[in-house]
Structures are given as C-alpha cells and as structure tokens.
C-alpha cells in the first residue's frame, strides 16, 4: 500500500469552505493500513461549537471521540470540517454528540467507538454526554479521556 490508499481524498490539501451544515458535511476515509492491529485512535475537539435550538445562542463543548478501526480511517480534516459545520447548526447536546458518533461510525465502521461530550454550563447546568457502540474489545488499551467533571472556577 503506497499513496495510492489517499487518491479518493478531495479535502485534503485543498482550500475547502466550512460545510453549511452537518448533512452536507463529508466525511472521508482511507483504508486503514494496519487493520490486523487492535489500536485505539482519539480525536479531541476542546473547541467545538453549536446552537441552541431554541435560543440560538452558542454552546460549547470539549469533545473526546475515542475508536478502534476496522478497514477504515476517518480522514481527519474531514472530521474537522464536519465538527465545524455545528457551528450554525441547532440541536441540544445530547442530539450532538451521539449524532456525531452515529456518522462517524456510519462512514468508517469501526470495530468500537465513544465519545464523550464535555459540555459547558447552559443556563447555570453542565452536561455531559457520552455514547459508544458496546464493549470495548478486551485487548485495547483504551486510556481515560483526562476531561475533568465542570467545577467553575472556585
């Protein structure tokens, strides 16, 4: 496996615009060319924004989406150009963060994934999110995600 895995790519190393929304995001992938290995691959997002449905004002979160690959790798500017398209998209947290892990898992079909959404108060309330697929396999190192619970600044 040369280059060749990273010919279908068409936002990498390319000026791409910030997706309007989520539905019109792409996600891509590669071929994962260590799939006879048990790894654990993460992804954090301390910056990811959305909107309240209801208010349109912003929420954000620190996101931490952990998977073992399959035959597949999540192209990771894909992955950044689908988190930003949140940035005008409405929906509550919960809807977010396990809507994210469902298309991930839809593009690439790993053998497990989670994410855990770390989000910042709304309204006084922090809420915290946090989906995966099942179990992990027994074999993975899957470390802590290392984000606190919110405690203010006291």
């Known amino acids: ?6 010919k279908n790519l068409t936002q990498l190393g390319e ?3 910030l997706p309007e929304s989520p539905d019109k995001a792409v996600l891509e992938r590669v071929p994962n060319p260590q799939k006879d290995s048990l790894y ?3 992804f954090a997002a301390p910056e990811f924004t959305s909107l309240c449905p209801i208010t349109g004002a912003p929420d954000f979160a620190h996101l931490v989406i952990d998977y073992i690959p399959g035959d597949w790798l999540i ?3 894909s992955l950044k150009l689908f988190l ?3 940035r005008n998209h409405g929906a509550f947290h ?8 469902k298309r991930i898992v ?4 790993p053998k497990w994934l989670r994410i855990g959404g770390y989000w910042y108060p709304r309204g006084g309330i922090p809420i915290d999110v946090f989906y995966q697929t099942g179990p992990a396999p027994g074999d993975a190192w899957i470390p802590d995600q290392g984000v606190p619970p919110y405690r203010g600044r006291g």
Do not use: L, P
């Not at 496996?1 to 990273?6: A, L, Q």
């Not at 919960?94 to 892990?101: H, N, R």
């Open 75 to 77: 192209e990771s500017k």
């Open 94 to 101: 919960e809807d977010c963060t396990v809507s994210i892990a």
């Open 40 to 42: 654990n691959v993460r």
């Open 84 to 86: 930003g398209s949140f």
């Open 106 to 109: 839809e593009a690439i079909e």
């Open 1 to 6: 496996m040369g280059n060749d895995i990273y």
């Open 15 to 17: 000026k791409t615009a």
